[in-house]
């Protein structure tokens, strides 16, 4: 293949898996383009082919799949006619990638220093003492503090965020041409993802790179990248500049998408998610004609019966959809509005926490053996919450700042070191194994991972069922009819009550494992991380469904995320958390204009926003989180905070001072001039109504 000037052309691409079942194509016919110093985003739900695409690409294929047609071409050289041997020449050299687990893709046995050199010594042929100079500049480049010391540590002693830093560090040390990123910030707080995006897009103008960026998160791609695919069932749906593709949406899969996200500026009460209707085809069950056609609003006749083909829409934009031009056309769609409830309608008070404590000894170590007074870690330090009927409190704050322990206080899984807890009047045990039954059968909780919470050898019916044995003394006919009608309200099928988990899908376990929790008819249901590792049309359907169970049943959440977005929608009050405490509360409308404490608006300014128009004000928080045996006297935010104002923030804690309406602020900082620094604030001139 001749250069075009491109680093990457990857022209009429097909990946090929030998199964069972025979041959199946998971990836067809794709086309795309990467320039010198562009970043191209690669968007789509789980099962979509993205992975498989970007494996095909460096020739990285399991050994069932193979390329069966088009080439894959890195500045002009045709790697898919290329020796296994003369590939590994390329990886590491020409071409590196940044996976999403750090910890999967660094040796734990050898120090960080060691392992940057050793890549260029192999692929640059440098001497020892060059390579550990190269790892050292690397380690600077990324903005690694104090990288001589970093060099000398293993992966366990470094934070997820340097982790990520030294992936980055690595994948560049060689000069590479071309770099995938394979959702590299997933796993990663609010505030670091967007110190890691941050340093991805100055290192790419500095070293003009090539990259392939995968990720399911819009707002990272609309902040840090030039160009999208949108890839569905192994096919590109659209393809254009960031702007255009984001204000277009020339193909109903990616106005889907778009609709899925919640907005800053709205919450549950406006607006309803545009959830994605039905599930991506498997490979060997692709429909007749348009492949998204089973999930499409527009799909008509013409559509099921022959592939559309790929158009270009406008300038360097393409979209696979022949009713393009009615989407151009169409007005923006109306928002989807619910019922709003009566405000001052105030349920009863369901959740009382008061004071809430929970401190963990520790001991360092033999030299501990000599103190007289052990360590305390501070995991949850003197933290109030109240709660009424379907209401949600959302708790936001960076990992490690004690957002889960206080759930599992209020849960009872961890004993409350001190405070009190009531729920419903009734004042509460620390030791869930202490409380009794009709306490247990009021709080219910639903889990990040659903596959740790659901018994993989019983049928998914007998999860849901276990609450209305053991909490609500059902008969077997009550709980058959119970069962069916909990699987009805999360909208799944009858006949998934006798499938094992192994036989569902993500987002179809985190509905089993939400029907298990309404079973025993809680009063309180604690969501830690519900929706964080699903897709985001997955996200959005969970969403809407918990806000109409909420509407139907009245239960109260206390809903934990390190989505700010999401949190802002499903919420009616927010509670921002740092080192074990609180530090500002109140409705999610007020929490979200100014003024605002200093750690709040480094937490929004960090919001990826999935709008390219959009210019946030960067705030960004220098190091991690203190460690909570060593909490910072005065104000414990003041190592990391922009707005510190001097001595008074390291040596005397802070008051809290009171806005309208219950919206309360810890800081030094009068608010009238918290207001007048924070100005506009960051997201108040976002313009996103009429993006869905």
Same mark, same amino acid.
């Given at each position: 293949m001749m250069d075009n000037g491109k680093?990457?052309?990857?022209?009429? /691409?097909?990946?090929?898996?030998?199964?069972e079942k025979g041959p199946l194509d998971v990836v067809r016919s794709v086309s795309l383009q990467i320039a010198p110093g562009e970043i191209y985003g690669l968007v789509g739900e789980s099962g979509s082919g993205k992975t498989t695409l970007a494996r095909a690409v460096v020739r990285y294929l399991p050994s069932n799949g193979?390329?069966?047609?088009?080439?894959?071409?890195?500045?002009?050289?045709?790697?898919?006619?290329?020796?296994?041997? +003369?590939?590994?020449?390329?990886?590491?050299? =020409?071409m590196t990638m940044v996976h999403q687990d750090p910890n999967a893709a660094i040796n734990p046995s050898m120090m960080i220093g060691e392992q940057i050199a050793e890549m260029t010594r192999t692929h640059m042929g440098l001497s020892r003492k060059e390579s550990r100079e190269r790892a050292l500049e690397m380690l600077n480049k990324v903005r690694m503090p104090d990288p001589e010391s970093v060099a000398r540590r293993y992966a366990h002693q470094l934070s997820g965020g340097m982790l990520q830093r030294v992936l980055i560090a690595t994948a560049m040390a060689t000069n590479p041409e071309f770099i995938i990123m394979d959702e590299p910030t997933t796993a990663l707080d609010v505030t670091t993802e967007a110190v890691i995006l941050d340093l991805i897009h100055e290192l790419m103008d500095e070293y003009n790179t090539a990259i392939l960026f995968i990720t399911h998160n819009l707002g990272v791609i609309a902040r840090i990248c030039d160009r999208i695919g949108v890839l569905y069932a192994g096919e590109i749906m659209e393809e254009g500049p960031i702007h255009d593709v984001f204000k277009a949406r020339l193909h109903p899969y990616t106005r889907g998408l778009l609709g899925c996200v919640p907005r800053v500026d709205a919450n549950k009460k406006e607006i309803s998610l545009s $959830?994605?209707?039905?599930y991506i085809p498997r490979p060997d069950e692709l429909p007749e004609g348009c492949i998204f056609g089973p999930r499409c609003e527009l799909v008509e006749a013409a559509c099921r019966e022959a592939r559309p083909p790929v158009v270009s829409v406008g300038p360097d934009h393409l979209s696979a959809c022949r009713r393009h031009e009615i989407l151009r056309d169409r007005s923006e769609k109306a928002d989807e509005t619910r019922e709003e409830t009566i405000g001052d309608e105030l349920g009863h008070i369901v959740l009382e926490a008061r004071n809430i404590k929970k401190y963990f000894p520790f001991s360092g170590g033999l030299g501990s053996i000599w103190q007289r007074r052990r360590s305390e870690l501070k995991a949850v330090d003197d933290i109030s919450v109240r709660m009424r009927s379907s209401f949600t409190m959302g708790i936001v704050g960076e990992s490690g700042c004690g957002k889960t322990t206080l759930a599992r206080c209020i849960a009872g899984l961890e004993e409350a070191t001190a405070g009190e807890i009531e729920l419903e009047g009734q004042l509460l045990d620390y030791s869930v194994n202490k409380r009794p039954r009709a306490i247990l059968q009021k709080i219910q909780m639903v889990f990040q991972n659903p596959d740790a919470s659901l018994n993989p050898q019983h049928p998914a019916g007998d999860s849901v069922a276990r609450p209305l044995i053991l909490l609500r003394n059902m008969d077997r006919k009550q709980v058959r009819e119970k069962v069916a009608e909990l699987f009805k309200a999360v909208s799944l099928p009858a006949d998934y009550i006798d499938r094992l988990p192994h036989e569902l899908s993500g987002g179809e376990k985190q509905r089993v494992a939400i029907a298990r929790a309404f079973a025993a008819d809680p009063a309180l249901m604690i969501c830690d991380e519900p929706i964080s590792s699903l897709d985001v049309s997955v996200q959005a359907s969970l969403m809407n /469904?918990? $806000? +109409?169970?909420?509407?139907?049943?009245?239960?109260?959440?206390?809903?934990?995320?390190h989505d700010l977005a999401a949190v802002r929608h499903i919420s009616d009050w927010i509670a921002v958390v740092y080192l074990g405490r609180l530090w500002e509360i109140g409705s999610a409308e007020d929490v979200f204009i100014p003024p605002y404490h200093p750690?709040? +608006?480094?937490?929004?300014? $960090?919001?990826?926003?999935?709008?390219?128009d959009i210019r946030q004000d960067r705030i960004r928080l220098k190091g991690s989180v203190p460690s909570s045996l060593n909490i910072p006297p005065g104000c414990?935010?003041?190592? =990391?905070?922009?707005?510190k104002v001097g001595e008074i923030c390291e040596t005397t804690e802070p008051p809290w001072q009171d806005m $309208?309406?219950? @919206? =309360?602020?810890?800081? @030094?900082i009068p608010l009238e001039e918290l207001k007048e620094l924070q100005g506009d604030g960051l997201l108040k001139t976002a313009g996103l109504r009429g993006n869905n």
């Open positions: 680093v990457l052309d990857v022209d009429n /691409l097909t990946v090929t898996y030998m199964t193979k390329i069966t047609g088009g080439t894959v071409s890195l500045s002009g050289t045709d790697l898919s006619t290329r020796s296994q041997k +003369e590939i590994r020449g390329i990886w590491g050299s =020409r $959830a994605i209707p039905g /469904l918990l $806000a +109409e169970l909420q509407d139907k049943s009245k239960t109260s959440y206390l809903f934990i995320s750690y709040t +608006e480094a937490l929004l300014s $960090a919001i990826p926003i999935p709008d390219p414990r935010f003041h190592t =990391r905070c922009p707005r $309208a309406d219950g @919206h =309360r602020i810890c800081c @030094h």
